[in-house]
C-alpha cells in the first residue's frame, strides 16, 4: 500500500513569493493534517481535514496561508507571500477518521531566501 | 503552552543496552499517546502507542508505559540497535468536538554506539 505522498521534496523561493505543496494521502483515509515543523521542534498542526470539510484550521495563519482539499482526497497548502519564517518543514499526515494513528509523508523541506 | 515535553534533546546507548526515552504531559484529557520514529530527510514514522486505560503496551523491542498520575510516559527499547539512531516523538491526543488533536513534544535524537 501506498504511503502519504507529497510533493516537491525541497522548495527554496526569495521572500514574498508564492508557493504551493501537494499531498496524496493514503487510500482511503478520511482525515488529513498538514503540520509544520520547526528546525528541534515537534510537528505543530496548520489544518485537519475531515474529507474536504476543513474542521480545525485555529493555528492557520489565515492572512498568508491557505489551504484546501477539494474532493476529500489530495490537498494543497499555499503560502502567499512568503515570510523568511516560514522556512521550515511541512508535513502532510492521513489518518481513518475514527483510527487514532496518523501516518506521515515525507514532508516538503521550504527554504525562504 | 508546551502540553507535550521531552526534556532530553539527545541520549547516547551502547548497542545492546537498554534505551529509555520519557515524555511528560499537561493535559489530563489526553487518552491516546503514540511514538514516532524519524530518519532525517524523512517524516514521521508511527512505532507505538497505548491507550489511556492501558499502563503498558509492548511490540517486539519496544514497550511503552504510561504513569497516568505522574502524567508520565515512557519508551524502552531492549536490546538497542544502531539502527535505532533516530529522532523519537512523542504524541499525545485529545478529543475535542472536532474530532481528535494531537500534540508532539520536541523530539529526542537516539544515538546508539556500535
Known amino acids: 500500500e501506498a504511503g502519504v505522498v507529497q510533493s516537491p521534496r525541497y522548495k527554496i523561493i526569495e521572500k514574498k513569493q508564492p508557493v504551493a505543496f501537494w499531498c496524496n494521502p493514503i487510500?482511503?483515509?478520511?482525515?488529513l493534517y498538514w503540520y509544520r515543523q520547526n528546525l528541534g521542534q515537534g510537528p505543530e498542526l496548520l489544518i485537519r481535514?475531515?474529507?474536504?470539510?476543513?474542521?480545525?484550521d485555529s493555528q492557520l495563519p489565515k492572512d498568508r496561508f491557505s489551504a484546501e482539499r477539494l474532493k476529500g482526497v489530495d490537498s494543497t497548502l499555499k503560502i502567499q507571500p512568503a515570510e523568511l519564517g516560514d522556512s521550515a518543514v511541512y508535513l502532510c499526515?492521513?489518518?481513518?477518521?475514527?483510527?487514532?494513528?496518523?501516518?506521515f509523508g515525507p514532508g516538503t523541506r521550504l527554504l525562504v531566501l | 503552552d508546551q502540553q507535550v515535553k521531552q526534556n532530553s534533546p539527545s541520549l547516547s546507548v551502547q548497542e545492546g543496552r537498554i534505551s529509555i526515552l520519557n515524555c511528560d504531559y499537561t493535559?489530563?484529557?489526553?487518552?491516546?499517546f503514540l511514538w514516532y520514529k524519524k530518519y532525517p530527510a524523512e517524516g514521521p514514522t508511527f512505532l507505538i502507542s497505548?491507550?489511556?486505560?492501558?499502563d503498558k503496551n509492548e511490540d517486539g523491542r519496544f514497550t511503552v508505559f504510561l504513569n497516568k498520575s505522574a502524567k508520565h510516559l515512557s519508551l524502552h527499547i531492549v536490546p538497542s540497535q544502531p539502527g535505532d539512531s533516530a529522532v523519537y516523538f512523542c504524541?499525545?491526543?485529545?478529543?475535542?468536538?472536532?474530532?481528535?488533536?494531537?500534540?508532539f513534544g520536541t523530539g529526542t535524537s537516539l544515538t546508539v554506539i556500535p
Open positions: 499526515a492521513s489518518s481513518f477518521v475514527t483510527q487514532e494513528t496518523q501516518y
Open positions: 487510500s482511503g483515509h478520511n482525515t
Open positions: 481535514y475531515e474529507n474536504e470539510e476543513a474542521v480545525d
Open positions: 493535559n489530563s484529557m489526553f487518552d491516546y
Open positions: 497505548i491507550s489511556s486505560i492501558k
Open positions: 504524541a499525545a491526543s485529545a478529543k475535542s468536538y472536532t474530532g481528535n488533536q494531537f500534540y
